[in-house]
């Protein structure tokens, strides 16, 4: 059992920050986590924040907590942590597919075995969005969408118009998401940016196996760059097999391919995959 490590309060970034680096879908894959949370800081991050989802797929999910808190990341509550917090009954991935579920059960039934009770109580209190400045724009952050947890806003069938609707409703000038796995960032009306900063959990379905995160900064203006992070993936794939974790998800951390989920993906995405 890893030593549990509280949580302690992350700092946000200052009005005066232009510079931040923001992470999605950890997935338990702490070794890609310490690999980014390295590689921001030597890019001159000021402040780190993660997207939620912090368990799910990978090993050992109690590792990720204490490199949180050694780092000062800022987290947000993904529908995992909303569930492995409350203890529900699934993992409200938002699948339908009964292979997806089929393996979405396998993942969430292990992660909440192998999760601390006082990182779920952690976990269960985490917000559900932040508000943010960074220079002149106001920056909101969520996991789905700002309507709801688990939405899947995919770059081929997401409109420019419903995602200028989404900016004005919510107040804001930059629109922070992840959820479905996939890197996109497209500019809006009015100076305004949706980004969907992508996952450190797996690789992008597109036969690398390095996973991504977003530097963002406002120097003064809104630039986003995708920042590939390379890590030990063999080593993960041996932690995953040492924990009898799925082959399926071992294979895609090898290939860069997903073998799950992929019902989920809209044709365009899932034409760039293998299978």
């Known amino acids: 059992m890893e030593p549990f490590v509280p949580i302690l309060p992350a700092p946000a970034a200052t009005p005066e920050a232009t510079r931040i680096a923001v992470f999605g879908g950890i997935y338990s894959n702490h070794l890609a986590l310490a690999a980014a949370l390295t590689d921001a800081r030597r890019r001159g991050a000021q402040a780190v924040y993660c997207l939620g989802d912090l368990g799910a797929f990978g090993p050992h999910p109690d590792r990720v907590f204490p490199l949180l808190q050694e780092h000062g990341v800022a987290c947000i509550q993904g529908n995992y942590d909303n569930s492995i917090g409350n203890e529900l009954p699934d993992c409200q991935c938002g699948y339908t597919d009964p292979r997806d579920n089929y393996f979405a059960r396998l993942s969430y039934d292990y992660t909440l075995r192998n999760t601390q009770v006082e990182n779920r109580v952690w976990m269960r209190n985490l917000p559900s969005q932040r ?18 947890m688990n939405e899947f806003l995919w770059e081929s069938t997401t409109s420019t118009h419903f995602l200028n609707h989404l900016a004005t409703d919510h107040d804001t000038d930059v629109i922070l998401a992840t959820h479905t796995g996939i890197k996109w960032h497209r500019q809006l009306g009015g100076d305004r940016h949706y980004v969907n900063v992508g996952v450190l959990g797996r ?35 041996g932690e995953m097999r040492h924990e009898r974790l799925p082959e399926e998800f071992v294979e895609t951390i090898l290939t860069g391919w997903w073998t799950t989920c992929l019902e989920v993906l809209p044709a365009k995405e899932h034409r760039r995959g293998r299978f």
């Open 131 to 148: 508000r943010i400045a960074l220079g002149r724009y106001r920056l909101l952050l969520c996991h789905g969408s700002p309507r709801k």
């Open 203 to 237: 690789p992008e379905n597109d036969g690398r196996t390095c996973v991504w995160y977003a530097l963002v900064e406002a120097s003064p203006d809104f630039r986003v760059e995708f920042v590939p992070v390379d890590y030990d993936h063999e080593r993960l794939a």
